[in-house]
Every structure is written in structure tokens, then in C-alpha cells.
């Protein structure tokens, strides 16, 4: 739940929402929620986000038979996971927005990819993430209450306590998890920079697909770029050891292909 954002972008208010609008079910700073609202961005779809905290988003994702968050409300359906998001935006897209390659071989190298980064490298910034910020309140705060009803901002000072705990014991966020889990990323971070290493632009042919969203997104939280609404800003408002590694990341070429990514996105 560690790398998403609510936009600051002018997109229509919850008091403007048709249904004719797709809804996404967030958490502010969920990096599998970025990796669904950037394909709606780069999709050019206009949607309405709708932004809860921790633990808050339990309370509303059962409502549209789903756990957690992103969930994406359409006029099809609606799609409780970031791969199902995408694939259902991909079935709608135009011929040249295509997420997901018609030739089979690339297809296949892409969604091998997108399962990779989703079941590993999604979950280990996550914990590398909280890891460095979880007893900070005022950080988690800034993370988690973006754009959120105002009751649940008011309740953050109540809720945060148990929920800190929750959180440490469901993701197993110990002492030592920051450097075993420093260690896995920066082997993804190998694999991609050895894809990249013929001069690439793109991880899988010559154009953005889910495989790129979904690298981009997930890694975000150990890259913090610039453009990031939910990291804007100097990477020394972050605790000393954290930004120390967060530089350290974005030296790879794998981070340096996150941070054009993002200057692109914008």
C-alpha cells in the first residue's frame, strides 16, 4: 500500500461524478493504485478518484465485493485487482494505446513482467517503504490522508496506533527487514537494467505497455521522482537513511528509466 498518490490534477470532483464516469477506489499513497491511475492518464480517460485511508478502505471496498483497493468501478463491471484494471482498460483502448502487445511473444514477455513486479517487486517496496516510515506519524499522516474524507483525517491521530501494528504484523515490517528487502529489490533492479541494456527504450518492443506502468509504478516508492504528487519535492524531507538509499536507487539504470518514465508521464 506504499507508492500510490491522489492526483492534484483538475479531474472531476466526487460531487460531479455520472455514471457514465469510471470511479477508482484508492488509497492515497497505494503504488498499485498509481500503477491503475496511470494507465487511465496515459489512456486519456476521464474517471473520478475516490481516496480512503487506512483502515477506512475495509470499510468500502466490501461494498463493491472487493478487500482492498484499487478497485475500478465501470459501466462493464467492476475490476478488484491493478492487472484486471488493466487489462479490461487495455480491451477498450485504441489501436496505437495498446497496453498489452497483439503478437503473442510479446504479449507473453509482458505480462511475465507485470506478474513479476506485482507479486515481488510491488511487495518489497512496500515494506522497504514502511520499514523507514512507519513510526512517524506525521510521514504516514502526509501518506496516507491525501484527499481523503475529512472525518478520516480527523480520525488519523485515533486509529493510527492500532493500525501501525496491524500493519507491522500483516507485512511483517521487523528491524532487519530494510536490508534483506533492500537486497531482493536491488536484484530486480539488476534485471530490468539488463533488459535495458542494449539501449531500450521500453522493457518489451518500442512503446509504453503494462510492463513499463507497472515497473514504474511499483518501484516508485524507492525512486521518489520529482513529478510524483505524493513525493514531490526535495528527497531530504525524507528520514537521513532513506534518502541515502532512495539516491542510491535512482543511480541504476533501472531508476534512471523509472525517472524519465515519470518526466514523460508529465
Given amino acids: 500500500m506504499y507508492g500510490g498518490h491522489c492526483p ?15 470511479r477508482l477506489i484508492t488509497i492515497p499513497i497505494s503504488h498499485y493504485c498509481e500503477k491503475v491511475r496511470w494507465a487511465l492518464d496515459y489512456l486519456k480517460i476521464s474517471y473520478v478518484e475516490e481516496c480512503h485511508s487506512p483502515p477506512f478502505h475495509l470499510l468500502v471496498a466490501p461494498r463493491f465485493g472487493g478487500k482492498t483497493t484499487p478497485i ?3 459501466k462493464d463491471g467492476i475490476f478488484l485487482d491493478s492487472t484486471d484494471c488493466l487489462k479490461y482498460l487495455d480491451s477498450i ?7 498489452y502487445p497483439n503478437q503473442v511473444e510479446l504479449r507473453q514477455k509482458v505480462e511475465e ?12 517496496t512496500r515494506l522497504w517503504g514502511y520499514s523507514h516510515t512507519i513510526n512517524d506519524p506525521k510521514l504516514i499522516k502526509q501518506a496516507w490522508c491525501r484527499n481523503v474524507p475529512w472525518i478520516e483525517r480527523a480520525l488519523f491521530p485515533v486509529v493510527f496506533p492500532k493500525t501501525r501494528t496491524l500493519a507491522c504484523k500483516k507485512f511483517n515490517i521487523t528491524p532487519e527487514s530494510n536490508i534483506e528487502t533492500r537486497e531482493k529489490i536491488k536484484q530486480i533492479f ?17 512503446k509504453l505497455s503494462a510492463a513499463d506502468i507497472t515497473f514504474a509504478a511499483l518501484a516508485a516508492p524507492t525512486i521518489a521522482p520529482p513529478e510524483h504528487p505524493a513525493t514531490r519535492g526535495s528527497v531530504d524531507n525524507f528520514p537521513v537513511n532513506m534518502a541515502k538509499e532512495i539516491n542510491q536507487f535512482r543511480k541504476t539504470p533501472a531508476g534512471q528509466f523509472v525517472l524519465r518514465l515519470y518526466r514523460e508521464r508529465n
Avoid at 8 to 22: E, I
Avoid at 113 to 124: A, S
Avoid at 190 to 206: F, H, K, M, P, T
Fill in 93 to 99: 483502448a485504441s489501436v496505437d494505446k495498446k497496453l
Fill in 190 to 206: 539488476e534485471q530490468v537494467s539488463n533488459i535495458l541494456a542494449d539501449g531500450r527504450r521500453y522493457l518489451v518492443g518500442d
Fill in 113 to 124: 513482467l507485470e506478474e513479476l513486479f506485482d507479486e515481488q517487486l510491488g511487495v518489497l
Fill in 72 to 74: 475500478l468501478t465501470t
Fill in 8 to 22: 492534484l490534477t483538475k479531474k472531476p470532483t466526487n460531487r460531479s461524478f455520472s455514471p457514465k464516469l469510471m
